[in-house]
C-alpha cells in the first residue's frame, strides 16, 4: 500500500524530481520499478529476522514470561 501511494505521489510530483534528479526521466519506469523492488527487498529483509526468531519460541513460555 505504501509503495503504491510513493508511486502516485513521486509520479505526480515529477516537476520537483526533474530540478534535483540530472540524466534521469522524470517518469523512467526503470528507475521507479528498481526502487521500488530495492525497497520491496529491504522492507522482506528487515521483517525476515524477527519473524524468525519469534517462530523459533515456544509459545506457552512467552506468555508464561510476560
Not at 501511494?5 to 523512467?28: E, K, N, Y
Request: glycine share 6%; no cysteine.
Amino acid at each position: 500500500m505504501g509503495l503504491t501511494v510513493g508511486l502516485l505521489l513521486s509520479g505526480a510530483s515529477t516537476r520537483l524530481l526533474m530540478t534535483m534528479i540530472h540524466g534521469v526521466a522524470p517518469l523512467d519506469p526503470l528507475t521507479y520499478t528498481s526502487v521500488a523492488v530495492l525497497l520491496l527487498i529491504v522492507v522482506v529483509a528487515a521483517s525476515y529476522v524477527p519473524a524468525r526468531r519469534a517462530s523459533r519460541t515456544d509459545p506457552v513460555s512467552a506468555l508464561r514470561n510476560s
